[in-house]
């Protein structure tokens, strides 16, 4: 009976995933917050109850805190999904759903597919609901100042993923644990996930979540040759701007002051300017040198570690790529997230001075 009732009210555009039953719980409690407000079940009641569920061990709620995005949910929010946690019934089961709402529902099966789950979670549902909600004036002002955007929480998803409650666990994963063969038994979780403080605790974190690659892919064969390629690449682009700064200053004091212009080049990095705006400003130092008289090393050198920086970006660039699963993803791309980012650490700077950060 209850199952029917749900099917009714989320409409004809159910998704082919199974679901977990802490989603069913998140959905429950959706309707129970709309309920209490006497409306229909619209995003931002989804995005609530899945980012503020009662129990702490879910996938969303371990993502929530992996990306330091629980810091800026009041904790008036959590005690109201919690009391709609337990108040929830056969009564508010029955609350409509909104169209955004139901086509957030309707998304689930992309984002499952998207992670390479079977089982629609708590944490497709809190992709869907962000991915839906940039359409929706009340939820982009939820969300704005948390910077959450859908590659940073797949991301964190992957890094999660053997961490979550057995309410919130893949089905495939739900095997006898002593089976004869070692291949028929389930993925190592932890049934209780342990109580520890995870995710970003300094403002500097959270302004770095989305540049940062985590180790979920790691197994993968190709992702690992990358990263031990990219730690060479970070190790000898080091060395390179020691031998740039060491050779500038020879330079500007023995030779020319007009030495110093190359730190331009220098700060005009991946994660400030676009490729277009490097290369221009580099073909325009070296007609100044010629100009300007300053020395060739100087100009090889850092024309050497510009290089270093390109192959830096672009390795950097294919680990996030296998991260957030979005082989499209772009450098423009990854400095708009990290403009979010920024912005999400100010805002976490200022709760903290003002002493709001919520420990949840």
């Known amino acids: 009976m209850t199952r029917t009732t749900e099917e009714e009210s989320t409409g004809p555009a159910q998704p082919a995933a199974p679901r977990t039953p802490a989603l069913h719980r998140c959905v429950e409690v959706a309707q129970a917050l709309a309920h209490g407000e006497g409306g229909p079940v619209d995003v931002v009641h989804l995005f609530f109850s899945v980012a503020c569920d009662n129990d702490s061990a879910t996938r969303s709620r371990l993502v929530m805190r992996a990306t330091g995005a629980h ?34 529902l309707s998304r689930l099966e992309y984002w499952t597919t998207r992670t390479g789950d079977d089982t629609a979670d708590t944490v497709h549902l809190l992709l869907a609901c962000l991915e839906t909600g940039a359409g929706d004036k009340e939820m982009r002002k939820t969300t704005r100042t948390m910077g959450l955007t859908e590659r940073v929480v797949v991301s964190n998803a992957m890094m999660v993923r053997h961490e979550i409650t057995a309410a919130d666990r893949q089905s495939n994963h739900r095997g006898p644990i002593l089976s004869r063969r070692r291949s028929d038994r389930p993925a190592p979780y932890h049934f209780e996930a342990p ?40 190790c000898w682009q080091q060395l390179c701007i020691i031998a740039v700064l060491s050779v500038l200053i020879w330079a500007s ?108």
């Open 71 to 104: 810091h800026f949910v009041t904790d008036d929010t959590y005690r109201t999904v919690a009391e709609a946690a337990g108040g929830r019934g056969a009564r508010t089961r029955a609350v409509p759903l909104a169209p955004a709402a139901v086509g957030v």
């Open 253 to 360: 004091l023995t030779r020319t002051p007009w030495s110093t212009l190359w730190l331009i080049s220098l700060m005009t990095r991946r994660q400030t300017a676009p490729l277009t705006l490097r290369l221009v400003t580099d073909a325009a130092l070296v007609i100044a040198s010629v100009l300007l008289d300053v020395p060739w090393p100087l100009v090889v050198v850092t024309l050497v570690c510009r290089v270093l920086d390109l192959l830096d970006g672009r390795l950097a660039l294919l680990e996030i790529r296998g991260d957030a699963g979005d082989p499209s993803l772009t450098e423009g791309t990854l400095r708009s997230d990290r403009r979010a980012d920024r912005g999400a650490a100010n805002f976490y700077r200022a709760l903290k001075i003002r002493r709001r950060l919520t420990p949840e």
């Open 195 to 234: 109580h520890r403080v995870i995710g970003p605790r300094k403002g500097r974190s959270i302004s770095l979540r989305s540049q940062m690659s985590s180790a979920a892919h790691i197994s993968s064969r190709l992702h690992s040759h990358l990263v031990r390629l990219h730690v060479w690449v970070l």
